[in-house]
T-cell receptor, first 113, second 112 residues
């Protein structure tokens, strides 16, 4: 069975400070992991993905995530927040080679000026 | 350019009307999905398809129906819309081993 837990429903940071959005997962299979971002009234855009290659994954807009199998975590980070980063972020686990995809409940990121 | 399209983007209709939300992709993907999302909430899978003539219900029960007659087209139909159907509907497609999904811009439906 697979599941995804985003540990914070809301995160608030000041512009220019680091961002940390936390995601834990469980999977009976070798997982593929993704982070998506959703701006208001828009669809979801892929930020980055882990597919069993390098454990530190770099994505768009300066985001990166590290796959830690021992901790079953896939936290999203960014060194310096920008106002345009304010959005909803979804952590997603998928069964590699299969079909099942599970979305986390989402974390809303607020960025203060 | 390969992309995924949804029309209309916004729709306001009265109770009892029949509606069809369109979704098309030019990526050549076999798998397609419909999600329902209330504002600020998580996504719920309502329908998916492995390919032409294949459709399955998702995790969230829905009164809508879908069809997949062509690879690129995956429309969703509500025979009789109700206020409880008010929501955002997101279409996605994927292919390959890792199920990376590509999303359309969504249709925001309001039923009065």
């Amino acid at each position: 069975a697979q599941s995804v837990t985003q540990l914070d429903s809301h995160v608030s940071v000041s512009e220019g400070t680091p961002v940390l959005l936390r995601c834990n997962y469980s999977s009976s299979y070798s997982p593929s992991l993704f982070w998506y971002v959703q701006h208001p009234n828009k669809g979801l855009q892929l930020l980055l993905k882990y597919t069993s290659a390098a454990t530190l994954v770099k994505g768009i807009n300066g985001f990166e995530a590290e796959f830690k199998k021992s901790e079953t975590s896939f936290h999203l980070t960014k060194p310096s927040a920008h106002m345009s980063d304010a959005a909803e972020y979804f952590c997603v686990v998928s069964e590699t080679g299969g079909f099942k995809t599970i979305f986390g409940a989402g974390t809303r990121l607020f960025v203060k000026a | 350019e390969a992309d995924i399209y949804q029309t209309p983007r916004y729709l306001v209709i009265g109770t009892g009307k029949k509606i069809t939300l369109e979704c098309s992709q030019t990526m050549g993907h076999d798998k397609m999905y419909w999600y329902q999302q209330d504002p600020g909430m998580e996504l719920h899978l309502i329908h998916y398809s492995y390919g032409v003539n294949s459709t399955e219900k998702g995790d969230l029960s829905s009164e809508s129906t879908v069809s997949r007659i062509r690879t690129e087209h995956f429309p969703l139909t509500l025979e009789s819309a109700r206020p409880s159907h008010t929501s955002q509907y997101l279409c996605a497609s994927s292919d390959g081993r890792y199920n990376e999904q590509f999303f359309g811009p969504g249709t925001r439906l309001t039923v009065l």
